[in-house]
């Protein structure tokens, strides 16, 4: 029986409603459980802009999915995020809120849409594939038992410090920008974006790590997420950088090694993180390192430039 939702724009005064479907969407993985506060922090980033990118399905006032749209008008991509409640799923309101992210996204006048799902959610690919989309990227979720502690000592030339806020947003959101200039959906950063990335939570700046040399200019870097609770089990690894043009000496396997030190230091025992899987350096690097496959998700897209001229 198919089910029509009212979807409506997000406001403030139903944060704790989106907190709540968000924490419902990760019920398989409780490290990832989030607070109202760290929330908000999350949705006033720069270029979030939640009253015009989120939306709300409601089915007799009862929340029933979510759906948040990005907007990267660098590269004229938009990128869709959206979850439907368990008990109101198989009843239409995924594909509302498909056809809300297609409308908006051209209301963005974006040139492509992107979703990523996971290879295992058939009811997803599916509903995707009848709207349009086509598979086009596959991405590995990795991780590992975090037994290892590693040599500290940095490369000849070179050394290992961490993130000073209010002094290195700048030069990060530059190597981040020119480390990731070539990879497959990547959208440069601002400083404005690095520096409210870095204050997320308390704790964040306290897991950049940052390689700098001897002149101390920045040449890599190793951003760590820790568990949001105390007893949490898994710590991750979010972007990891170095600078073109000092690829192929080993930065990136030591700032990696490092990374993880630094969470073993935490005492933290798992460690995930996620990696294109046509980025080849980058995966063998992880596999070598002792991670394995957890899961696979598949990015699909819709071409809007296509949908307009037809």
């Known amino acids: 029986m198919q089910t029509t939702a009212v979807i409506s724009t997000f406001a ?4 704790d409603v989106w907190t709540e479907m968000l924490n419902h969407g990760l019920a398989s993985d409780n490290d990832l459980y989030t607070t109202q506060n760290s929330k908000e922090l999350f949705l006033r980033q ?3 802009e939640p009253e015009d990118n989120c939306f709300i399905a409601n089915i007799e006032n009862v929340p029933a999915g979510m759906l948040r749209v990005t907007n990267e008008s660098k590269t004229q991509r938009a ?4 979850f439907v409640n368990p008990q109101h799923r198989r009843i239409g309101i995924g594909r509302q809120l498909l056809q809300t992210a297609i409308d908006h996204a051209n209301k963005l006048n974006s040139q492509i849409l992107h979703i990523q799902v996971a290879v295992n959610n058939d009811a997803g690919r599916f509903l995707l594939e009848q709207a349009g989309f086509a598979a086009v990227r596959r991405y590995w979720k990795l991780t590992k038992k975090n037994r290892e502690i590693y040599e500290n000592t ?12 209010g002094q290195d947003e700048k030069a990060l959101t530059e190597l981040q920008n020119q480390s990731f200039t070539d990879s497959w959906g990547f959208s440069p950063n601002t400083v404005n974006q690095i520096h409210s990335k870095a204050r997320l939570t308390k704790w964040e700046t306290d897991g950049i790590l940052i390689l700098e040399n001897s002149n101390g200019d920045m040449v890599g870097y190793n951003w760590t997420h820790r568990p949001k609770k105390n007893n949490s089990t898994h710590g991750y690894i979010g972007m990891t950088g170095v600078h073109p043009g000092l690829r192929g000496l080993g930065l990136g396997r030591y700032i990696v090694q490092a990374g993880i030190s630094y969470l073993n230091s935490l005492k933290i025992p798992n460690i995930t993180l996620e990696v294109d899987a046509n980025n080849m350096s980058a995966r063998e690097l992880y596999l070598s390192l002792g991670f394995e496959l957890l899961e696979e998700t598949v990015w699909y897209e819709l ?4 949908q307009k001229l037809n």
Do not use: E
Request: charged letters at 25%; glycine letters at 4%.
């Open 12 to 15: 403030w005064d139903k944060l």
């Open 46 to 48: 720069p270029d979030v």
């Open 79 to 82: 990128v869709a995020n959206l």
């Open 154 to 165: 940095p490369p000849n030339g070179y050394q290992l410090r961490f993130f000073k806020k």
């Open 303 to 306: 071409n809007l430039k296509h």
